[in-house]
């Protein structure tokens, strides 16, 4: 495996199914976890305005940045952080970013609840077409990841809307837009250190400079395990799965260690969609799945170990990016 394969989803977005998709789905899940995804009909001209409207606010002074600080977004869990603020495998990053998710008003049942990573987005007043924006890009890329996910469950042999009626129909989404200033020559920083996500599926969007590398698992040919480039295709989203489709097939689809490094010279923007369980579902095995797999993992972790709801999982793990934030929580334990 030297390249991620790309997979057409025009059938499964327009259709509900599509057998060829799902096949192809499943190789890529079985041989990397990696693929890129293309025959999205997400509006150009939206991801256009989104690229420039985050460089717009990128370029603003930091001050004026951090007046949507994380901090100020309490339990959600939303806005800037600075290069340095996050964490990966308690290793700061060389970038800086934003976060949001669903929009959520103060009377929603999970703001009341005091859900943690539930609520209003904060944005940025000096940037005020990027509130529209964000939240159209929020609901384009919905409808993606459940047409992949329809690929996803046939390849498994589930019905095409097994997620979408289950696991999805109020599904965790969180969206993110980093900045990665360029690394300077030799520089051993990360702008992500190896890691992989948390939830059923991610897809990304980045810009032309490149800098994302997927590991390659050593082969049945001998090859030894090694990293592979993922470089952006025009009209394409890198697709990878995270560790609860990886806990839920038992291991036969395994959510695979990436990582970043801008050596492009220039500045660089990702933009990473998160599309994940309902937050209050627990994630057991599927049916059928449970002692398909590997559950050894690059990192020593098993995920079958894990109980609770999907909720309980991604809060230990953010809680790790930012342990500053978590505190919060940990006070109504």
């Not at 007046?67 to 996050?86: D, K, S, T, Y």
């Not at 970013?97 to 944005?123: I, K, M, Q, S």
């Not at 999805?168 to 990665?180: C, G």
Request: aromatic content about 10%; hydrophobic content about 40%; some cysteine.
């Amino acid at each position: 495996m030297s390249t991620l394969p790309v997979i057409d989803i025009t059938g499964l977005a327009r259709d509900g199914r599509d057998e060829r998709a799902a096949r192809e789905i499943e190789a890529a899940c079985r041989a990397s976890g990696f693929f890129y995804v293309a025959g999205h009909g997400v509006d150009p001209d939206l991801i256009a305005r989104l690229d420039a409207a985050a460089r717009t606010f990128f370029a603003l002074p930091e001050a004026e940045k951090l007046e949507i600080a994380m901090a100020r977004g309490g339990r959600a869990w939303r806005g800037f952080f600075p290069v340095g603020a996050e964490l990966t495998s308690g290793v700061p990053d060389r970038k800086e970013g934003l976060y949001f998710g669903t929009e959520l008003g103060p009377d929603a049942p999970r703001v009341r609840a005091r859900l943690p990573l539930h609520g209003a987005n904060l944005f940025p007043a000096r940037v005020p077409e990027l509130r529209e924006t964000v939240l159209r890009y929020i609901d384009a890329l919905t409808g993606t990841a459940q047409a992949v996910l329809r690929g996803v469950a046939q390849s498994l042999g589930l019905d095409a809307e097994y997620f979408a009626t289950g696991y999805t129909a109020d599904p965790t989404v969180l969206f993110r837009i980093f900045h990665y200033p360029p690394s300077p020559p030799g520089s051993r920083e990360w702008g992500v250190g190896e890691h992989t996500d948390y939830g059923l599926l991610t897809l990304l969007l980045q810009d032309d400079n490149g800098g994302l590398q997927v590991r390659r698992p050593a082969g049945e040919d001998g090859g030894e395990d090694g990293w592979i480039d993922a470089p952006p295709i025009p009209g394409t989203f890198v697709c990878n799965i995270g560790d609860m489709l990886d806990r839920m097939t038992g291991g036969w689809y395994r959510s695979t260690p990436h990582r970043v490094r801008n050596t492009s010279g220039n500045e660089r923007l990702s933009f990473p969609f998160f599309f994940d369980p309902d937050f209050t579902a627990e994630v057991p095995p599927l049916p059928g799945r449970t002692a398909t797999g590997d559950p050894r993992r690059w990192d020593g972790q098993d995920l079958r170990a894990f109980t609770g709801t999907y909720g309980d999982y991604l809060v230990r793990k953010v809680g790790k990016v930012f342990p500053e934030l978590i505190a919060d929580v940990n006070e109504d334990a």
